[in-house]
């Protein structure tokens, strides 16, 4: 490895025991888990790539962090990485959720477990906030300059999070005057 | 949960639902929880597969666990098989549904990566990326925020968002690592702190 800023996953094992354990650590998701783990520590991707392949798995059908999982296997070792990495991220959880499907049965009304789960999911929604917040510096060296991606962001923001419209027609709406615009900016 | 259904599902039963979970894999624009009133629709109204409790239990223990939250999915089509009296069934029921759901979906996605990959030079492809940036950025907040705001009663859920507010601004200046402020919060909200 001649660049030592950018290391690459080693195989299709370092890349389905890494999604594993970045699985592993996700509970009420795991795209925090997916930038701190990928971005901040192992270093595969940027900030900025990490922003650009998560716009695609995000509008893409299907669950965003399979699909950003399909694409980061995929650049590196083709059709067999995007299994493994795949592969990684669902087959260990897959298990466990069902063994606690079954344990729930038994305890799932105990008021340990239930305040428990309440504090682990106010958490959770904080680790999303914050990883939002640590991505928007991306946009620093994006096209469409700062005030735009304010704008543009802030508009999202009070649509999806307060006024709580369909995300289609948001992200058909915002989206497209985003790409309309960097079209415009972009040197062809 | 005694209002769960007993049922005898046959060949094109399972096949019905199979199908169906592929239809919906392509709709799941934002994430497979966006077709949830759909499959609450299915399963629950129409088909009768499942109770009420049984649905929403599969999403509360789908959030619970770690993973991707696709997983629920997994969960209803194992708790459709857990109602027909068998285990296996249990299996079956959770494969199908997976599969359904991730089948169409990852082809897609896995085609589009190789595409915009391959083109990601095109004047279009990096407009597309750039200018979607800002508007993924915002969702990811309007998610936490969402989740967050499902805490209705101020008065009685404010040290829920204090949490959530300390978590964020820990997560933003440090770099700690996210297990310790999870076992933090399944503590705090275990001894009935928050």
């Known amino acids: ?188 | 949960m005694s209002s769960a259904p007993v049922l005898a599902l046959a060949w094109s039963d399972w096949l019905n639902l199979l199908a169906h979970y592929l239809a919906l894999s392509l709709l799941s624009i934002g994430g497979a929880i966006t077709t949830l009133p759909e499959m609450h629709r299915f399963l629950v109204d129409q088909q009768r597969w499942l109770s009420d409790a049984q649905f929403n239990a599969s999403i509360a223990i789908a959030q619970a666990s770690p993973g991707p939250n696709v997983l629920f999915v997994a969960l209803m089509g194992w708790n459709v098989g857990i109602n027909t009296g068998s285990m296996a069934n249990a299996f079956v029921g959770a494969l199908l549904t997976m599969t359904g759901i991730l089948l169409p979906s990852t082809t897609l996605s896995y085609m589009t990566a190789r595409w915009s990959h391959r083109n990601r030079h095109w004047r279009s492809v990096r407009a597309f990326k750039q200018g979607m940036s800002p508007i993924v950025i915002a969702l990811l907040v309007s998610t936490g925020w969402l989740l967050a705001s499902a805490h209705q009663d101020p008065a009685r859920d404010w040290p829920l968002w204090l949490l959530t507010a300390a978590t964020a601004l820990i997560v933003w200046r440090s770099k700690i690592h996210l297990l310790w402020l999870l076992a933090v919060g399944a503590l705090l909200g275990g001894f009935g702190l928050v």
């Open chain 1, 1 to 188: 490895m001649e660049d030592s800023d950018h290391p690459q996953p080693q195989s299709l094992t370092d890349l389905f025991v890494s999604f594993t354990l970045l699985a592993l650590q996700g509970f009420g998701g795991v795209l925090a888990v997916v930038q701190h783990e990928l971005v901040e520590r192992k270093r595969w991707l940027t900030r900025e790539e990490f922003v650009e392949e998560w716009a695609v798995a995000q509008i893409m059908p299907g669950p965003n962090v399979v699909n950003l999982s399909l694409t980061i296997g995929a650049r590196h070792f083709g059709l067999r990485g995007a299994l493994a990495a795949m592969a990684g991220l669902l087959a260990v959880p897959l298990l466990l959720v069902l063994t606690l499907a079954v344990a729930y049965a038994h305890y799932g009304s105990h008021p340990y477990i239930v305040g428990a789960l309440r504090g682990m999911g106010a958490v959770a929604a904080g680790l999303i906030i914050a990883t939002g917040i640590k991505l928007a510096s991306a946009l620093k060296s994006n096209p469409l300059g700062i005030p735009a991606c304010i704008a543009l962001s802030a508009a999202c923001f009070v649509a999806i999070a307060l006024l709580r419209w369909p995300l289609a027609y948001v992200v058909l709406g915002l989206g497209g005057a985003g790409c309309v615009l960097a079209y415009r900016r972009l040197k062809p």
